[in-house]
């Protein structure tokens, strides 16, 4: 806003060396010297601290801060720590633009804004706390660079300076030579974080990628999958949530990467999120990520699942065994799409999709109290059930003649073939853990095997389950049993590492021992 000289008063003691004292020649070495200083910083941290240096050799305040605004939220955030008078209530936090007064009104004018009183303003509560803190005058600066408002410079004094028009003019000239090495440093930094973003995907993808997910891997032909699969086309390009249900084995994270490779979020990143080993104390730092120091042990500031996959897809695997007191957590980010790293206030805003699945009944849940019906609700725009193997037969054959090709071509092995008598064997069997299971002795038998795979060969290892299975039919939970002491007889209790049951089954060893545990069995019985 303008300033007249009725608007100002004097102070008995000068505060600023006036500009008229600096001849032109002057200020351009001002400028000069302020741009030598700060050309080669290369933190917000010591780029402010040099700026503020170099200004003070030629103006005296009390405090000077600089502020980023964020369109898109609306918000101000510190570029550093002000220099100067500290305010606690206000420093170090980012704030609404509503609650930042003066820089709103630099930002909505793009001019500067001179408070050569603020008690005129007090009932202003930033400016109520700044008077508070003993300062008496404010002057405030946009910066701009190439028509881009990028946030404010802000001068504070705790006595209003003398020959205030001529202090604003000086400001305004080093406001412009401050913008551009704010703008450097801002986009230097968008780059650094660009890389870290890029170097993190390429690290995960390089540890999570598995060629067995590939589309073109996903091999089926029943009438019922296929008709599951034509209305997984449908939906695929759409941002909806995607519940799929189905029992263990029966190739639901195959669908939910097959939805993530047809939808517009294919070039971002597939997170998979492994719900029964999130555990209570490592959930938020796990999902959200944390800051440097945020706690014993945090050395480097980590990136959390759902910030990894902004842009692209979580996966919730296995939701339904996500303990009760983390539902309400997640629930929260789901319908936010926005939430803080441990140890940081600042909102992060994500943009992904999420696809659930579950082999458990979340209705049932629901009942029973162990599922939020309202997250159910919200990952169940659309849902997709997998039939298990045993209710599509007919796949059976196709399904082995497919996966012994490329499990012997994945381990440089010639392809068995399977006698009729070995083939009636499978189809006979009730497949308690389905493609995965049918895919596990498909393995077994290309390593033990020659050329032909015997009725002999597959009946030991379809007894224990076939036997378990008949004890009760109904049960999937005694399926799922057998499954897990047949693994475990086939890896002699060897849970984890590259040659144990978690390995093989394709599922972390937390999650392995977490189902060990459920159904009372002990690895070391197996041992022998």
Not at 274 to 301: I, M, Y
Request: hydrophobic share 40%; proline share 5%.
């Amino acid at each position: 806003m303008a300033v007249s000289d009725s608007d100002t008063t004097l102070c008995s003691n000068p505060v600023y060396r006036s500009s008229r004292s600096l001849d032109l020649g002057t200020r351009y070495k001002l400028l000069l010297d302020l741009n030598n200083a700060i050309v080669s910083q290369t933190t917000p941290a010591k780029l402010f601290q040099c700026l503020t240096k170099e200004i003070r050799k030629n103006l005296f305040y009390d405090r000077c801060s600089i502020h980023i605004y964020d369109a898109s939220s609306n918000t101000l955030n510190w570029f550093a720590a002000a220099d100067g008078v500290t305010i606690k209530s206000i420093d170090d936090c980012s704030r609404c633009l509503d609650e930042a007064p003066v820089a709103r009104e630099v930002i909505a004018s793009r001019k500067p804004f001179i408070m050569p009183n603020m008690s005129e303003y007090a009932h202003w509560k930033t400016i109520k706390l700044m008077r508070d803190a003993g300062l008496f005058s404010t002057l405030a600066f946009p910066l701009i660079v190439r028509n881009d408002l990028l946030g404010s410079l802000h001068f504070s004094f705790q006595e209003m300076p003398r020959d205030i028009d001529d202090l604003v003019g000086f400001l305004a000239e080093i406001s412009g030579q401050v913008a551009v090495a704010v703008d450097n440093m801002v986009t230097h930094n968008k780059l650094v974080g660009l890389n870290s973003s890029l170097l993190r995907q390429k690290d995960y993808l390089l540890r999570h990628t598995d060629p067995q997910y590939h589309p073109e891997n996903f091999y089926y032909s029943s009438p019922v999958m296929r008709k599951v699969m034509r209305e997984v086309e449908v939906v695929a390009n759409s941002d909806a949530s995607v519940l799929i249900t189905g029992e263990t084995g029966t190739g639901k994270d195959h669908i939910a990467r097959y939805i993530h490779h047809l939808s517009a979020r294919r070039n971002a990143l597939f997170v998979k999120v492994n719900c029964p080993a999130l555990v209570e104390s490592l959930f938020e730092t796990e999902l959200f990520g944390h800051t440097k120091g945020a706690f014993t042990g945090a050395e480097a500031k980590r990136i959390g699942r759902f910030e990894m996959a902004d842009g692209g897809t979580v996966f919730l695997d296995e939701i339904g065994e996500l303990p009760p007191q983390l539902q309400a957590k997640l629930l929260h980010v789901l319908q936010d799409r926005r939430f803080e790293r441990v140890g940081d206030s600042r909102p992060i805003e994500i943009n992904f999709r999420v696809i659930a699945a579950t082999n458990t009944d979340l209705k049932k849940a629901i009942n029973e109290k162990s599922f939020r019906a309202d997250l159910f609700y919200r990952l169940n725009t659309v849902s997709f059930h997998v039939p298990p193997l045993r209710e599509r037969p007919e796949e059976i054959e196709p399904l082995v003649h497919h996966l012994t090709q490329t499990q012997a071509h994945a381990m440089n092995r010639v392809p068995p073939v399977f006698s009729v008598g070995a083939m009636d064997a499978l189809k006979q069997h009730t497949w308690p853990g389905n493609i995965r299971e049918l895919k596990n002795i498909i393995d077994r038998m290309i390593i033990t095997s020659s050329t032909t795979v015997n009725q002999s060969d597959i009946e030991p290892v379809l007894d224990a389950g076939r036997m378990e299975v008949n004890i009760n039919p109904m049960s999937w939970d005694a399926m799922e049993r057998a499954h897990l002491i047949n693994v475990m007889e086939m890896k002699k209790g060897v849970v984890g590492g590259k040659n144990g049951a978690a390995a093989l089954l394709e599922i972390p060893k937390s999650t392995l021992q977490h189902r060990l545990s459920k159904h009372d069995l002990t690895p070391r019985d197996y041992k022998n």
